[in-house]
């Protein structure tokens, strides 16, 4: 899925700070499980946000130090 090959390019990143995911409806559960996964992994994001999904209705996870 397209969730799953951009969680699999995020753990390696060392320059996004944030991803908008804002309206994309066709999140799954699987979806969200690489996502969370990627978080896991990735200390640089400092915000992903998936404000007005089905899922995640204003919805805003961000990673504060």
């Given at each position: 899925?397209?969730?799953?090959?951009?969680?699999?390019?995020?753990?390696?990143?060392?320059?996004i700070?944030?991803?908008?995911?804002?309206?994309?409806?066709?999140?799954?559960?699987e979806?969200?499980?690489?996502?969370?996964?990627?978080?896991?992994?990735n200390?640089?994001?400092?915000?992903?946000?998936?404000?007005?999904?089905?899922?995640?209705?204003?919805?805003?996870?961000?990673?504060?130090?």
């Open positions: 899925s397209g969730t799953k090959a951009l969680s699999e390019a995020l753990k390696s990143n060392k320059r700070k944030e991803v908008v995911l804002a309206f994309n409806y066709n999140i799954s559960d979806g969200v499980n690489y996502l969370s996964q990627m978080l896991l992994v200390r640089r994001l400092r915000a992903l946000n998936l404000c007005s999904n089905y899922r995640f209705c204003s919805l805003k996870m961000q990673r504060f130090k």
